[in-house]
């Protein structure tokens, strides 16, 4: 690998992130950039002197810089963010999957956090909480009016300290309270099972850094527990990204030797390259992570799911895959994240990063997924009545400022009339059930007897009926934008 990228990413809790490389700048010589423009950065120092002598308290001049550099990144893009102190501590440690917390993956619900799942062996698992519990006080302080990463935060803390949570349980109409003491939660982003003779599921939640390791160690299980398997599902279904050579790495198990999985393209020549199937592109440490695995790898049936949660690095496997005909897709149409983050850590003060949008990613034929996504060779929904919740789900396309599918700018990208009128009504259809007190559908969970998903999956593979949507169709970008 020419110019050997260092790899590092982060994905948050119900933040979509993805594909990020870590690399170290060189110092650049002022002779070699574009001047700068004199004028505005007068303008920056003329509003920065008003606001500290006028403004109605005092303000600090440090923070003022903070908030100046984080307004500066964040107006990029959705994916661009500048770190420091705690937030630069939990992006390293994130990165390496295993962070000190209660143990539990979370998002927002009608302004509370919600259990979608307690980490197995995790401080919470072990507490008794379950999928859907809602989380309405942590300590003292009320979750109502809190971010996602607000509350995050405060459930996080030091290995052996203590915090409270209140728990809502619907299904008891009940309140109580648990105390959780914290420690290091090691998250394994690799699930695996022999469905039943001959078949396997394998299920990747996020591409960290051991995910390679991992994947590659429960393959092999899979074969000692089965040596003669005639199918495997690949299950990518909400998993938004991480490390890019993660996802080399997944797709080098797959695929011959040497071919391309992914190409790059950005403004900075370390950026316009082509990864191949090869150890020196996902290796940390020199050594084949994948040597061992078992010939039949590489020709077993496949199918890969994916879903509007499948994003970056999760996009790039299933890409090089069904480019190199290789598995066949099913599910939906994904998140259409075609872009890769760069952490660049060569910055002055310390325990300080920043992470920026340095190149959009191209599958194996050459095509750009970004703001568009990866679109099943099988469209399946969610259950047998259909997908209740796709249409509330947030995509690429729906974010501000995304990145445009070819030219950098998004501002004809235009919004699809046909998705835009699904949200309408499945927000309808939630307030009504609200309104009549109607539980809401809940989804099976993956890789469960009832994942209708993996079911029609698995038939498939076996030759059997697939029960196609009849409602899904391919969201298109403008044609303009595309490459």
């Given at each position: ?12 809790l ?9 690399m170290?700048?060189q110092?650049?010589?002022r ?10 950065m ?11 002598r006028?403004?109605v308290?005092p ?14 990144v964040?107006?990029l893009?959705?994916?661009s963010?500048?770190f ?14 295993k962070?000190?917390g209660v ?13 979608v ?25 009320a ?10 935060k ?5 290995s052996?300290?203590?915090v ?10 009940r309140?109580?309270?648990?105390t ?9 982003s690799?699930r ?5 003779p ?17 994947f ?12 003669n ?18 996802a ?19 403004q900075?020549?370390d ?12 290796s940390?440490?020199?050594?084949d ?16 799911l ?27 149409q994904t ?8 952490e ?39 259950t ?6 796709a ?16 030219t ?14 699904q949200r ?28 209708f998903?993996l ?16 409602s ?5 970008v ?6």
């Open positions: 690998m020419g110019n050997k990228l260092k790899v590092a990413g982060w994905v948050s119900g933040v979509v992130a993805g594909a990020l490389t870590t170290q700048l110092a650049t010589a002779s070699s950039m574009s001047p700068l423009p004199l004028e505005e007068q303008q920056l120092a003329t509003v920065f002197d008003l606001v500290k006028a403004y308290e303000v600090d001049e440090k923070k003022l810089i903070r908030d100046a550099i984080g307004g500066m964040s107006g893009d959705p994916h963010q500048y420091e102190g705690a937030a630069f501590k939990e992006f390293r440690e994130s990165i390496h999957g962070f000190t143990g539990i993956q979370i998002e927002m619900e009608d302004g509370l956090v919600k259990v799942s307690p980490i197995e062996g995790s401080p919470a698992f072990r507490a008794g909480l379950i999928t859907g519990d809602l989380i309405t006080r942590i300590d003292d302080t979750v109502k009016g809190l971010t996602l990463d607000q509350a995050i405060r459930m996080r803390g030091p052996g300290t203590k409270l949570l209140t728990v809502f349980r619907k299904a008891e109409n309140s109580f309270p648990v959780i003491v914290r420690e290091e939660i090691k998250n394994k690799v695996s099972k022999v469905v039943e001959g078949y396997a599921w394998i299920r990747i939640n996020q591409f960290q850094e051991p995910t390679v390791r991992d590659a160690d429960q393959l092999k299980e899979l074969y000692k527990q089965d040596p398997l005639k199918g495997l599902v690949l299950d990518l279904r909400n998993d938004p990204g991480g490390l890019l050579d993660g080399i790495g997944i797709s080098a198990a797959f695929l011959p030797k040497d071919v391309v999985v992914v190409t790059t393209n950005g900075m020549q950026q316009r390259a082509t990864y191949k199937a090869a150890p020196n592109f996902y940390r440490d020199g050594s992570t994948l040597a061992g695995l078992p010939a039949a790898i590489k020709s077993v049936p496949m199918v890969v994916v879903n509007e949660g499948s994003a970056s690095a999760s996009e790039i496997v299933a890409g090089a895959l069904r480019d190199h005909k290789r598995a066949v897709i099913m599910g939906s998140f259409g994240k075609g872009s890769v983050q760069t660049l850590t060569r910055l002055p003060m310390p325990n300080t990063s920043l992470k920026i949008t340095t190149a959009r990613y191209y599958t194996p034929s050459g095509q750009t997924i970004q703001a568009k996504g990866i679109v099943p060779d099988v469209m399946v929904d969610d047998a009545e259909g997908s209740p919740y249409a509330l789900r947030v995509r690429e396309a729906d974010l501000e400022r995304h990145l445009g599918n070819g950098g700018s998004a501002e004809d990208e235009k919004k699809d009339p046909a998705r835009e009128k309408e009504e499945a927000l309808k259809k939630l307030e009504e059930a609200n309104a009549k007190n109607t539980k809401p559908v809940r989804l099976p969970e993956f890789g469960s007897a009832e994942d998903q079911q029609q999956a698995l038939n498939r593979l076996k030759g059997k009926p697939v029960m196609v949507s009849k899904q169709t391919e969201r298109k403008d044609a303009t934008k595309s490459n």
